[in-house]
């Protein structure tokens, strides 16, 4: 079966650095992608890995290790609009299918 | 604009009637997709098309039946539907590519009463 855990919330500072763990359990692993999604919107795509390492883009940086089954988000210069859901997606196999992990919501604090 | 697009925004109905919802994408994408996004905010796929053709059916319920009538369309039909369909509904679509991301819709809310 597919398995992706997240922390379900995070608190942070503006101006802050937070790092948005998720780790996984998948059949058919072809990738890492991280979606954000803000209240009654639609998740917007953040970033995706397929190898291990670091992918950066500007404030957001995304990190693979496909050995260990882990993935983290790393959000730098926090700003109040980054309180989000931020979705952690393993895509597997057949099908193109991305499966979602439950989504860390963060709250972005003065 | 280039997106993807779906009808209607809001959708309020009693338990037991039939309903659609209508999704379009203009991104010249193969693949298209429908979510479904509970109250606890799980995002899980239902259902993907590759050029009109049924790739991904998520043991959904056989009330819930998708049509493609070309690339560019994916509705979803829902008959006899019941207060655990309440959710919010995402179209989504794709190249056929692993290393390329979907992109959503803007999302139905589905409320059943």
């Known amino acids: 079966g597919q398995n992706i855990d997240q922390p379900t919330e995070m608190t942070a500072t503006e101006g802050a650095i937070v790092q948005i763990n998720c780790t996984y359990q998948?059949?058919?692993?072809?990738?890492l992608f991280w979606y954000q999604q803000h209240a009654g919107e639609a998740p917007t795509f953040l970033s995706y890995?397929?190898?291990?390492g670091l992918e950066e883009k500007g404030r957001f940086s995304s990190f693979l290790s496909r050995s260990k089954g882990y993935s983290y988000l790393l959000l730098k210069e926090l700003q109040m609009k980054d309180s989000a859901s931020y979705l952690c997606?393993?895509?597997?196999?057949?099908?193109?299918?991305?499966?979602f992990g439950t989504g860390t919501q963060l709250k972005v604090e003065l | 604009d280039t997106a993807v697009s779906q009808t209607p925004k809001y959708l309020v109905t009693q338990m037991g009637n039939d309903k659609s919802i209508k999704c379009e994408q203009n991104?010249?994408?193969?693949?298209m997709y429908w979510y479904k996004q509970d109250s606890k905010k799980f995002l899980k796929i239902m259902f993907s098309?590759?050029?009109?053709?049924?790739?991904i059916n998520e043991t959904v319920p056989n009330r819930f039946s998708p049509k493609s009538p070309d690339k560019a369309h994916l509705n979803l039909h829902i008959n006899s539907l019941e207060l655990g369909d309440s959710a919010v509904y995402f179209c989504?679509?794709?190249?056929?590519?692993?290393?390329?991301?979907?992109?959503f819709g803007p999302g139905t809310r589905l409320t059943v009463l």
């Open positions: 989504a679509s794709s190249q056929p590519i692993s290393t390329q991301p979907q992109f």
């Open positions: 998948t059949s058919g692993f072809n990738g």
């Open positions: 890995n397929v190898l291990d």
């Open positions: 997606a393993a895509f597997t196999g057949g099908g193109n299918k991305l499966t």
């Open positions: 991104l010249g994408h193969d693949t």
């Open positions: 098309y590759n050029n009109k053709e049924l790739i």
